[in-house]
């Protein structure tokens, strides 16, 4: 069993940073996949980044050079740093972990079996 918690969401201008953090609780860490997926008002939740075990990534083309994923094994926290961000960027932002461990990254939710209660990231044009 892993227990995720987002931190880092708010409210920003359009064109600015966020640096969301997702920290685990429960199983070992590193070898999980993990991965932040959004959900933006009257949309599906859709996949943002993924990060595995090895520290190879993906991405979805509307992030891609603009979002960052990135892991902390020993401190058992993931990140997404967001730059230039548009106000399309505006969601809830979900950390999700993949079970079982040594896998590869997955744009897919149904992948990942447990998730955090999310944090709201609001961009303001």
């Known amino acids: 069993q892993i227990q995720l918690e987002e931190s880092g969401g708010g409210l920003v201008q359009a064109g600015g940073s966020l640096r969301l953090s997702c920290a685990a609780v429960?199983?070992?860490?590193?070898?999980?996949?993990m991965g932040w997926f959004r959900q933006a008002p009257g949309k599906e939740r859709e996949f943002v980044a993924s990060?595995?075990?090895?520290?190879?990534?993906a991405y979805a083309d509307s992030v891609k050079g603009r979002f960052t994923i990135s892991r902390a094994n020993a401190m058992k926290t993931a990140y997404l740093q967001m730059n230039s961000l548009v106000a399309e960027d505006t969601a809830v932002y979900y950390c999700?972990?993949?079970?079982?461990?040594?896998?590869?990254?997955?744009?897919?939710?149904?992948?990942?079996?447990?998730w955090g209660q999310g944090t709201r990231v609001t961009v303001s044009s």
């Open positions: 990060i595995n075990w090895s520290g190879s990534s």
């Open positions: 999700a972990a993949r079970y079982p461990v040594m896998t590869a990254v997955s744009v897919r939710d149904s992948d990942y079996a447990y």
């Open positions: 429960g199983r070992a860490f590193s070898g999980n996949t």
